[in-house]
């Protein structure tokens, strides 16, 4: 599956932003779509995951309480939606499918979309 995230921008400490992950077809329900991202000088890490047959929710502890991950299923669509968002959210943000959670085996990385926040 092609995945394509798009939503990013720049944004004040304490904004939020909406991040969307389209897909070029409908997720299997055995799949789980996550969302990493990727600091400057840093390796990628997971910020939170949906599965899609269940809906059921993970969440990085970083971003516990501040994010919520959603998906609409007409739209092959899942969103982040990112709340008092901070300095340190400053990234380029992927989002990934696989049938593990925080795996990517089963579509492109893609440009993935960038975040900033300013101080």
């Known amino acids: 599956v092609q995945l394509q995230a798009s939503g990013g921008g720049l944004v004040q400490a304490g904004g939020s932003l909406r991040l969307s992950c389209a897909a070029s077809r409908r997720p299997y329900s055995s799949y789980v779509i996550n969302w990493f991202r990727q600091a400057p000088g840093k390796e990628r890490e997971p910020v939170a995951a949906i599965r899609w047959g269940s809906g059921r929710e993970y969440y990085a502890d970083s971003v516990k309480g501040r994010f919520t991950i959603a998906k609409d299923n007409a739209k092959n669509t899942v969103y982040l939606q990112m709340n008092s968002l901070k300095p340190e959210d400053t990234a380029v943000y992927y989002c990934?499918?696989?049938?593990?959670?925080?795996?990517?085996?089963?579509?492109?990385w893609g440009q993935g979309t960038e975040v900033t926040v300013s101080s």
């Open positions: 990934a499918a696989d049938t593990n959670l925080y795996g990517s085996s089963l579509s492109n």
